[in-house]
């Protein structure tokens, strides 16, 4: 059997290596691809692009699945109706022009996609859902990005039967996290299937179509999980 073709989108950051300094260039953390290898896919990276922006059925028809990827910057609140907190950002208009409009044209041909972290916020944000920009101020503490790149442990509550309790294998799981932003409002169509036990949502889901699951953990820290294994496993 071939391995399918899962699209791990990417960002556009400078960095530093050899005698270059703050050098442009597209990034995803290893993390993702190697997750993809284990649970038998073929990666391919997806960098924003203004001209698939504008029509992404062609990228769209190389790959067998999604995975909208986390990072460092956040979405522009322009897309959800607010003004920037003092937390918010880096902004990236470009790469959040580029995964909306995969995710919505992914939904539409009913293709598997998987948010994380970043990317369950885009999926929150193409169902029209919104963001909560800061969570620390909402729940009194930073449990969930508790030091600036270090993953936070904690468990989540999944809903019983739902997509994400079948693709995490249990209704209860520890997982990793790090993020400082969340879902104030579910997208039309998506539900919370999945809480911290500060009761933050951390995941929702379309049950209107086979595999379409967003979660703000990292799967791909954790080999132990399986969810990254379920999406592949919806293409084989």
């Avoid at 530093?16 to 993809?36: F, N, T």
């Amino acid at each position: 059997m071939s391995r399918p073709t899962i699209g791990v989108t990417a960002a556009t950051e400078n960095i530093s290596y050899g005698a270059w300094k703050d050098i442009p260039a597209i990034v995803s953390p290893a993390s993702y691809v190697r997750a993809v290898q284990r649970a038998g896919g073929r990666p391919i990276l997806l960098p924003p692009d203004p001209e698939d922006a504008a029509d992404p059925e062609g990228v769209l028809d190389l790959i067998d699945a999604l995975i909208l990827t986390g990072g460092a910057g956040d979405l522009d609140p322009a897309l959800y109706g607010e003004e920037p907190h003092s937390e918010t950002g880096p902004i990236q208009e470009e790469r959040d022009a580029y995964e909306l409009a995969l995710v919505r044209a992914a939904t539409r041909r009913r293709m598997p996609v998987l948010g994380i972290c970043r990317g369950a916020q885009i999926l929150n944000v193409a169902y029209g859902g919104g963001i909560e920009q800061h969570i620390p101020d909402a729940l009194g503490h930073e449990d969930h990005r508790h030091t600036p790149g270090t993953f936070a442990d904690h468990d989540v509550i999944l809903e019983p039967g739902s997509l994400a309790a079948r693709a995490t294998g249990d209704e209860k799981s520890a997982v990793k996290s790090h993020h400082h932003q969340g879902m104030k409002s579910v997208g039309r169509g998506l539900l919370a299937t999945g809480w911290a036990e500060d009761d933050t949502v951390e995941a929702v889901e379309d049950p209107s179509c086979p595999f379409v699951l967003g979660v703000l953990w990292h799967p791909e820290e954790d080999e132990k999980s399986q969810l990254i294994e379920a999406l592949i496993l919806e293409v084989k």
